[in-house]
Every structure is written in C-alpha cells, then in structure tokens.
C-alpha cells in the first residue's frame, strides 16, 4: 500500500494507491457472534478538516503514518510506503506488533516526545460512554467530534444517522468551557459499508492533531463489555485483547498512550455518571433522532430508556414496555443470542418485578431471574493500568464521586459473567423461539 499525503489549508487529504499483495475486502464477525459480514475497499481517498493553518509539518511523520495506518490498516499487505519517513523506532514498533513493515526509515528523526504541558484528547460523540470520559478526564482535556460528511458524488440510498443531537450536544460543552473541536470528515468512506474498522479510525483527528493542540495521551469512551470482552468466552484480560495489544504500543511509540476512564466501567456505570452530571441534559446515546428527541425507534433507544428508569428507581408500567417491544430494531437484537450488551439487558432485567409477559421471558432468557447483577453497577480497579500514571489520581477520584469500587465478590461475579449456558441449551432456546413468537404477534 502506497499512502500520498496532501495538505490544502487545513484541510489533510490520503490518498491511498494499492500494490500486488494488498486486500480489497475482508470479512468481519458482526455484533461480536456469529453473523458474519463483508467490508470492502470504497474510496481511495479521504480528507480531514483541520484548522487552516494546520500543514503536514504540524505533525510528527510518526503522527501522520499512524494515522494513515488507522483508516487503511485492514487492507494492508506486506507493507505500507509513506510520503514522508518514519522514525526507526515507529518502523521496529510497527514490525513487532504487525509483522508488516511500515516505510521510508528516515534514520535522523527522532521519535515523538510529548511536550510537559500536554493534555489527554478525547474522541467525542456526544453519547453516554464518551460523555462519562470527559466527566472523568481532567477539564482540560480537549473532546474531539467526528463531523462526518458524504463525499461528493456518493450518494447515499438511505441513511439514518442524524448528527443533530451531537452538534447540539458539542455546543452545550463549548458553552461549560470545554476545549470542543468538531473535526469534518468522510473517513468512514473508505470502506464499505460505511464505519469505523479499526480501534483508531475514530481518533484520527485526536493523532492528527496531537502536537497542534499538545496531546500526551488519547481517551475514548469504550466500556468494560468491549474491553473486557464480555462473551461466550467470558471476562478476558483487557492487555491481551488482540486490538488493544496493537493499538496501544503504536501509540506508546508515539508517546501518546491510552487514557481509558471508562474501560473499567460497564453501560450501567457510564449512564449513572452521566445521569448525575450537569452534562445529562444534552446527552443523547441514538444517533437517529433530532436535539433532545431521541428516535425511539432503535435498540439503543430501548436499551437507554430502560436503563434509566431503573437507575431513577422508576417504575416501568406496561404501557411503556408495550411500547418499546413494538419497536422492529429492538426486536430484531432481542431475538439473537446472545444479544448485543445483553449484560445491560441482564441488568435492567434483574432490577424489574412487574408482571408484563414478554419482559418477564426476557428475565428469563437474559438470567436477570438468577444473577446478581450488583458488579455492573461498579468500577474494575484493575483497569487503572489503563490511564497513564499522571491521571490516575484525578480520574479515580472523579469515578469515586458516581461509583463504588467492586469487591471481591463482583469480581468473581463478573469474571464469571460469560454466555456458555447458551451453547446446547434447550431451556435457554426455548426462551428464544417464545420470545420470537411474542414478536410476531405484535
Ligand atoms: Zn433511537
């Protein structure tokens, strides 16, 4: 893979030329189980909007080619060729964690050192986990949004992102003194469909962008259940999680390493931060609704609204489950097993004592009937190693302030938290197929 750098008043284009042995598609597990999906290679190309007089000496080659790295790396074959040469210390760090090699060496550069004065960058969405990270990261810390835009000459046959919401939701911080940067972009065009593909696309602006602004480390909002991997495997040591393991030393050899505030704290944790912030008013976790109106017609919809009806401690009447069990999306999720942050599903359903009959077979087929559900109401201490030692006082005591730390017995609890009861399990298929049939009758 050949990667051309272009720079035209702030706005960073790469352009990307393919060789002999590079990939045009690869295939993914979709939702984490079982599905499997295609992402093919779409455009060759894609810009950035920096501010204007950001130039490609703005950055550290290293910055550069790690994030041309971060949007193209799945389609990489033996090695990646740069406009401009990376330190030999990138190169040998590329080559150790990839086995692919990353080229020209410029053999005087230095590798890049983070300036004393630097603060984390965070990539921001105006949802609930990357609003619990900036709660938790010193106020200082600057929140970067994804703008992102369709590229001329694509046209999209149907789309329900509406980024409204998140506009809104980066003016509401800009206005309590947060440092907010909504960053344009058709990054996500690259491949097809249309997404993020690898544990960094959506910080590319934050790498960009890290000695413009003076970044020291890189936070996001990912949770315990993607860091921790909660699946039919069970719990599984963050540091060796194949994406954080690679992810994480490139950054380190651009002296920006993780700063992870909420890898240690489940969906649950993350919207009772929120919920008792003065941030909850412009946080909205669906991305298809308008400003303050979410769509209520996604899985994210039903999951949230749930969830915070019984972090309130509210009562959940029929009439509202009836309504959300009509919605398509929340159905199609809910009939997969298991379903997707099925733990948050467990959770709300361990805490609901009604009567209603498809909420009731949803407790049964999420074992909300049997488990304690206590540890997704608090913090994984051992996450720690995930913020850089700088912070490590100031975010634990900021997740003090909304959450207790688990005890031996969460622990346990959660390590032991795993979907194995669903391989060969007539009872737990019978659930399913009752539940399918309840949907059906809607
Ligand atoms: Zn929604």
Redesign the pocket.
């Known amino acids: 893979m050949k990667v051309i750098y272009e720079c035209d008043k702030g706005v960073m284009k790469f352009n990307f030329v393919l060789e002999v042995d590079d990939k045009t598609s690869y295939t993914i597990q979709q939702n984490s189980y079982k599905r499997r999906a295609t992402v093919s290679l779409w455009r060759r190309t894609c810009e950035i909007h920096l501010p204007q007089d950001w130039t490609l000496h703005s950055a550290h080659p290293d910055l550069l080619a790690l994030a041309a790295v971060s949007i193209i790396y799945p389609f990489i074959g033996s090695k990646i060729t740069l406009s401009k040469g990376v330190s030999n210390d990138f190169h040998n760090t590329f080559k150790k964690v990839t086995g692919k090699e990353i080229l020209p060496i410029d053999p005087k550069l230095k590798p890049r050192k983070a300036r004393a004065d630097s603060v984390p960058a965070l990539a921001y969405s105006g949802g609930v986990d990357s609003t619990a990270a900036a709660i938790l990261l010193p106020k200082s810390s600057h929140l970067l949004y994804m703008n992102r835009m369709t590229p001329k000459g694509i046209q999209l046959q149907r789309t329900l992102l509406n980024q409204e919401a998140a506009y809104f939701a980066c003016e509401s911080m800009k206005k309590l003194g947060r440092n907010v940067h909504s960053i344009k972009t058709d990054l996500p065009f690259v491949r097809k469909p249309a997404g993020f593909h690898t544990f960094l696309s959506d910080s590319v602006p934050s790498i960009l962008l890290a000695d413009y602004y003076r970044f020291d480390s890189l936070a996001n909002g990912h949770t315990l259940e993607e860091g921790y991997q909660v699946g039919y495997n069970g719990y599984l040591d963050a540091k060796e999680g194949p994406v954080i393991k690679v992810w994480a030393e490139l950054l380190k050899a651009v002296d920006m390493p993780y700063c992870l505030p909420t890898i240690g704290l489940s969906e649950v944790c993350t919207s009772k931060i929120v919920m008792n912030s003065p941030y909850e008013k412009f946080t909205q976790?669906?991305?298809?609704?308008k400003i303050q109106r979410?769509?209520?017609?996604?899985?994210?919809?039903?999951r949230?609204t749930l969830l915070e009806k019984v972090l309130k401690k509210e009562t959940i009447d029929d009439q509202l489950l009836n309504r959300l069990f009509k919605i398509q999306?929340a159905q199609h999720v809910l009939a997969v097993s298991p379903i997707h942050f099925e733990n948050v599903i467990t959770y709300i359903c361990s805490k609901y004592n009604g009567n209603h009959p498809t909420m009731n077979l949803l407790k049964k087929k999420t074992r909300g009937d049997i488990l304690d559900t206590a540890w997704m109401e608090k913090w994984n201490i051992s996450s720690i190693e995930f913020i850089p030692s700088k912070y490590q006082q100031h975010i634990k005591n900021e997740i003090s302030k909304y959450v207790e730390t688990m005890n031996k017995q969460d622990e346990e609890n959660m390590k032991n938290f795993n979907y194995k009861h669903l391989t060969n399990s007539a009872e737990y298929a019978s659930y399913n197929a009752k539940l399918k049939e309840l949907f059906s009758r809607l």
């Open positions: 976790a669906c991305s298809r609704g979410p769509s209520m017609n996604c899985y994210k919809c039903f949230k999306d």
